[in-house]
């Protein structure tokens, strides 16, 4: 599904961040990625959406096939990829529910589907909204716009749900949420998952992955996966740290 | 009718004598310092041996000059005594005490003067749309006297005009309690000017200037603001916001003077520029004069691209780039006047934006 093939990139003063990441996601799976902060691993989500202060040194990301380094940035979100990252743009003035039918209808669009009419979206906005306990006032604030992190982080899993992405890279979602907001967008998230699609999870805490079960999980440490494992691995690095990997070697 | 504001204003004896006086806007007088002024048609009435002695020459004072109050000889803006030197008959309107009015406001000729005198607490909104014009320059003048308690507001949102010029000068007295709210959508496609000149004269008077520029090709609009802070507790706020592309240029003058004894004056100007391509140009000159000392001014000026975050964001969403750049120009652009409380202003305003 998504094929990360020996990733190199750097920013703009040629510091290179990520040093040769290789991983593999197959449908149904979801990877917990941890790692200290500074690591590489908002970079690298940012890099495989293809954001522009990021240049890509060497490797391939496949997503089914297709190379998704030779796309535009919109051809890879239409092609199936969802990105959430650490901290949600603010774009006041741009109506969230207008921005989410907008990007529905361009990724029907690509997809040669008719758009959505008013009416379906209308519906389809409810179910997700329902399922995100997210109450009426999101659809007349703009994007992000004065929201707490934890709205924030609630859109974003709206924004998800509605666009039903394969792969979703979610980084650190469960930051800035309370145990309730926790509980429900961790449940959003299972409710989205499926057996045709994948999450990629950024976390540094256990208490996300008590709601999501990874299939893997791996240690990302100076640019590269150092360490990869099941969701025990995640457990032992709560209690332990990172240190013990390095000492280990 | 305040009979002492309609007496203050100039006849067009005096209109041209004082036209005379100061002679052409020059680039070196400080209220035309960004404007083509080469592109002004010198009136016939200032004749053209006239028109090319420098302004610092001015003729001697004709009888009618000598005799005229003293504001109709102070007045320096050469674009608020054009319509009245071109013989524009003043349409005066009183409206009453406590009257709720809404208005629109055409001139049918190339000079328009319009003179409003509204009354204590009355709830005026007023639409000026563009006028008829048959020939090269256009001006208009409104003298607008705004009584205690009232509230006003005044706004246009004309689709693009493209006469080759055109002026707008505003002269407003605001007395205790009142509120103007001034909103314009500016799409033109040649060169204008709005010129205003607010007074607050009375305590607690407030003044609330929003303007959008949506220009392209190349189109040059220029805007003059003075506030007079006159008495205590005054507001202002000026919001200016410019989106402009091709080789378009818009320039922004706006002044704040606080007079003595005014205390508790509150006041901000901040004029925000989007260049959207490597010709366009903006120049921003903010003027603070304040002889108090317990008063808030603060004045500000962004000039920049389209924010590359939120661009990022929108396209990382599929939204074709194009369709992002277009959703981020009409968000700035609306926001201009998201603020105004809902009225007939705003909902003609958003509703140019797009906004149903």
Known sequence: MLSIKNLKASIEDGTQILKGINLEVKPGEVHAIMGPNGSGKSTLSKVIAGHPAYHVDGGSVELNGKNLLEMEINERANSGLFISTQYPTEIPGVNNVEFLKMALNSKRAFLGQPEMSDEDFKKLCEEKMNLLEMDERYRERGVNDGMSGGEKKRNEILQMAILDPKVSFLDETDSGLDIDALRIVANGINHIMSPEKAVILVTHYQRLLDYIKPTYVHVLRHGKIILSGGPELALKLEDQGYDWIEEAK | MNAEFIQNLPTAEQAIARLRELGMPKRNNELWSFFPVAKIPTPEFMGTNFAASPATSPAAPTAATATTAAPANQETDFAALLPIANNARPMIREIVAGAAEMAMLKCNNDFGHTVLDIGKGAKVSLEILDNKVTHDIAAERFDIN???????????????????????????????????????????????????????????????????????????????????????????????????????????????????????????????????????????????????????????????????????????????????????????????????????????????????
């Open chain 2, 146 to 356: 705004v009584g205690e308690n009232a509230d006003v507001e005044i706004f246009f949102a004309n689709p693009a005009c493209d006469l080759p010029l055109r002026f707008r000068h505003f002269n407003i007295h605001e007395a205790a309690g009142s509120t103007v709210r001034f909103s314009s959508i500016c799409k033109d496609t040649a060169i204008g000017r709005v010129s205003i000149e607010c007074h607050l004269k009375g305590e607690g008077a407030n003044f609330d200037y929003r303007s959008l520029h949506v220009l392209d090709g190349e189109a040059s609009q220029h805007s003059r603001l003075t506030i007079y802070h006159e008495a205590p507790r005054t507001t202002s706020t000026q919001l200016a916001r410019n989106l402009l592309s091709g080789s378009a240029r818009v320039s922004y003058d706006g002044s704040v003077i606080v007079g003595y004894d005014c205390t508790g004056v509150n006041s901000s100007q901040l004029v925000n520029t989007i260049l959207m391509s490597e010709d366009a140009s903006v120049s921003v000159k903010p003027v603070l004069k304040i002889y108090h000392d317990d008063v808030e001014c603060t004045h500000g000026n962004t000039v920049g691209e389209l924010d590359a975050e939120q661009m990022f964001y929108l396209v990382s969403r599929g939204i074709p780039k194009k369709a992002a750049q277009e959703m981020l120009m009409r968000s700035f652009a609306q926001e201009t006047f998201l603020p105004l409380p809902d009225s007939p202003a705003k909902k003609r305003l958003m509703a140019e934006l797009g906004v149903r």
